[in-house]
């Protein structure tokens, strides 16, 4: 079956929507020999699968041009979120809605006795939930005896939430020669045996290899310190400027903390996690509809389903845990041919791994640095005068207060206030730690490095001590700036670095107040003022500023404190 076969009612609702072409998912399903076939299709979020097995449907639906009748479903959708099978329902009314059929949807949060009037009164096509549709079919609400097709949406995700048992309890209720469109994302072996297990000769579909890391979807990577994984989220969220966009955490604590950041920086963001009810999911996701919010900080769980048209930034505040999970994530954008942006915040430490994860995903990122407050003021400039170089129609009133203006003031002031008053508006960009500590040979000939204190710590090359995260550890016990260190040198059991001489007592005295000897994290790492010189470096690995990929010998915290590395104390 092909677009130009397909049954007329079908084509004429894709015409109403303006295809002229399927994806590639969709063209696979329908190029099928047996429209009876099951199938297992492996197909990126954002492809266009809800309509690709909405089509698929068809030979179950529609026979001789017309909708079979039928007082009980025939066909089951089941998807792992309200909002995903919310969406779902939404395709197949306006793909079905010229075959007349009645479309049933069944979700947690909405009313339960409503739905089950809803399917005493007869669907042609039922949607759900795995939790709800249980519900239904205990209560003897869902009759599933007539069923011809049931399709799993992203089957990997309803597995990883634990719907296992819900998914074999319905499936073992259906009968036994209906056809079932398993659709997923990956494969991973909990899939396979699900497959094995409800299918019969089921034919394999993947468009993965065409659509491996969303054709649409420009992926960057952006490696920082670990202390200003906050700070480098702010900066892409106002470099970019996204009508929408979308920051993962690894956990509600993470969310409740980054999204409180970003609030108090003046940011309009909500936050969906598993700790907000449905009502308050229902609150957020309406703001970034209508545009209220433009920012949502999300844990992977509860951003699954999610469909926003308007999203084209994701940012992996933390680090997705495997492949799968940055596609799952990165495929909220780039959706059915727009474009997207997704961003992996990479501290030092971690590239290695993420190196590793992009190979495994088949994803070519950029390698970049996170953008500077100075990037981010000229894109500003370049985004107010393009909005202000757009030709607007102004009225009379307009154009009266506009030359009262003028008799006022000059032009050229008018506009450094409307300037004004567009900055002000924008939350401030943040100062990161350079991308490579500076040189320690020109240290000395800087202003106010002339007259230096060398200070040492117990870690050095053994314990894998890099400057990149040895320059924000001293920053932050010692509350000084980066400015205010001078040379970093490292031994193999030590690292000696200079303060000048006017904040040393200063510097000497913080980094002692929060120090904790028998700490495991970076408090446990004890700094002292040596007397005179370092001992001598011993050849060309003696001082260092910036290539190796040491992590921290303690137990590294990002935004909003969860630990990246088991504790490794020196020895």
């Not at 202390?227 to 996204?242: F, G, T």
Request: hydrophobic letters at 40%; proline letters at 7%.
């Amino acid at each position: 079956m092909t677009i130009e076969t397909l049954p007329p009612l079908l084509s004429e609702a894709l015409a109403a929507r303006g295809y002229d072409t399927l994806t590639a998912v969709q063209a696979a399903v329908l190029e099928q020999p047996d429209p009876a076939r099951d199938l297992i299709v492996s197909a990126q979020t954002g492809s266009g699968k809800t309509v690709a097995f909405g089509l698929g449907l068809a030979a179950q639906l529609i026979e001789n041009d017309a909708l079979v009748r039928s007082d009980t479903p025939l066909a089951l959708v089941v998807a792992p979120t309200r909002e995903l099978a919310l969406q779902v329902s939404r395709e197949l009314t306006w793909l079905y809605e010229k075959a007349g059929a009645r479309i049933a949807t069944c979700v947690g949060g909405m009313d339960a006795a409503k739905e089950r009037r809803t399917l005493q009164r007869g669907a042609h096509i039922v949607v759900g939930t795995p939790g709800r549709l249980r519900d239904h079919l205990e209560r003897g609400a869902l009759d599933l005896s007539a069923l011809r097709a049931v399709v799993l949406d992203e089957a990997d995700e309803m597995l990883d939430m634990g719907f296992r048992e819900d998914l074999e309890e319905i499936l073992d209720l259906t009968p036994e020669h209906r056809r079932t469109l398993l659709f997923s994302a990956t494969m991973p072996k909990s899939i396979v045996a699900l497959a094995r297990r409800y299918q019969r000769d089921a034919e394999r579909i993947s468009t993965v290899g065409e659509d491996r890391g969303h054709g649409d979807i420009e992926y960057q990577a952006v490696a920082i310190s670990p202390a200003d994984i906050e700070h480098a989220a702010i900066n892409l969220l106002r470099l970019h400027e996204a009508e929408t966009a979308m920051l993962f955490c690894a956990t509600r604590d993470n969310v409740r903390h980054l999204h409180a950041s970003l609030t108090e920086r003046g940011f309009a963001a909500v936050a969906l996690s598993g700790e907000h009810s449905q009502n308050e999911r229902n609150a957020a996701l309406q703001a970034l509809r209508d545009g209220r919010a433009r920012v949502c900080v999300a844990t992977d769980v509860a951003a699954r389903g999610i469909d926003l048209p308007t999203l084209s930034l994701v940012i992996h505040v933390e680090l997705p845990r495997d492949a799968e999970t940055l596609q799952h994530r990165s495929g909220r954008t780039g959706r059915a041919g727009r474009k997207g942006t997704a961003v992996l915040i990479v501290p030092y430490p971690r590239r290695r791994r993420v190196d590793m994860m992009l190979r495994s995903a088949r994803i070519a990122a950029e390698w970049t640095t996170a953008p500077t407050p100075e990037d981010i003021r000229a894109k500003d400039r370049e985004r107010m005068l393009a909005t202000l170089l757009i030709p607007v129609e102004a009225d009379e009133d307009d154009r009266a207060l506009a030359a009262q203006l003028l008799e006022a003031m000059s032009a050229e002031d008018i506009a450094a206030a409307y300037v004004q008053s567009v900055r002000a508006k924008l939350p401030a960009p943040e100062e990161m730690v350079e991308a490579a500590p500076r040189d320690p040979a020109t240290a000395h000939h800087r202003p106010g490095f002339d007259d230096v204190v060398w200070f040492r710590m117990d870690i050095g090359r053994r314990h894998n001590a890099d400057p990149r995260w040895i320059l924000p550890l001293l920053c932050r016990r010692g509350r000084i700036t980066k400015n205010e260190i001078g040379a970093i040198r490292i031994l193999p059991a030590e690292t000696w670095f200079q303060v000048p001489s006017a904040i040393a007592p200063k510097f000497a005295s913080a980094v002692q107040r929060s120090g904790d000897p028998q700490a495991d994290d970076e408090s446990g790492v004890r700094i002292e003022r040596a007397e005179g010189q370092p001992p001598s470096p011993g050849g060309p690995r003696g001082e260092r500023t910036g290539a190796p990929q040491g992590r921290p010998p303690y137990r590294a915290k990002p935004a909003g404190g969860r630990p990246q590395h088991k504790p490794r104390r020196p020895r």
